[in-house]
């Protein structure tokens, strides 16, 4: 099933989806690029949401936190705020219903690279690497490389 465009809520499988994944609450003030993270489970602090917006496009998605477009950059996933720094990242969305309903893997459209969790400590970088598929039809993935996406209405 693919989805459509609009505001989403996305979990980390590797920690059965108590915590959310998007850029932290407090960040340094500057234009570079911002980290996507493991969020506390706890939440931030009034009216905070680490909503994500998701763009359909025809070749996948564009994925923005907090209105600005994500891409891998130097192995890890972060929010670009200037554009001319990096273009956006198109991505490739699949479900993989073996593993729960609104789970997915979250690939790179023109490589095998996908978002991982490396480390189940709150503030861990998602990184952007190579992954891992077990050998079994339909694939297998281990959780750190799986993501519930959640629509804000439907959460």
């Not at 025809?58 to 130097?74: A, Q, W």
């Not at 593993?99 to 978002?115: C, M, P």
Request: glycine fraction near 8%.
């Amino acid at each position: 099933m693919s989805l459509e465009s609009g505001k989403y809520y996305i979990s980390a499988m590797a920690t059965e989806g108590k915590n959310k994944v998007g850029r932290y609450w407090i960040e340094d003030k500057s234009l570079l690029p911002k980290r996507i993270v493991l969020l506390p489970e706890t939440g931030g602090p009034d009216g905070w949401s680490p909503e994500w917006t998701i763009e359909k496009k025809d070749e996948g998605y564009i994925m923005k936190s907090f209105n600005n477009y994500t891409t891998g950059l130097d192995g890890k996933l972060v929010a670009i705020l200037i554009p001319d720094m990096a273009p956006p990242q198109i991505w490739k969305i699949t479900p993989q219903p073996r593993h729960g309903e609104n789970v997915y893997t979250i690939e790179a459209s023109d490589s095998a690279e996908g978002w991982v969790v490396p480390e189940l400590d709150e503030l861990t970088p998602v990184i952007v690497r190579p992954l891992i598929v077990g050998p079994s039809e339909p694939p297998f993935f281990p959780p750190s490389e799986l993501f519930k996406i959640e629509r804000v209405d439907d959460a």
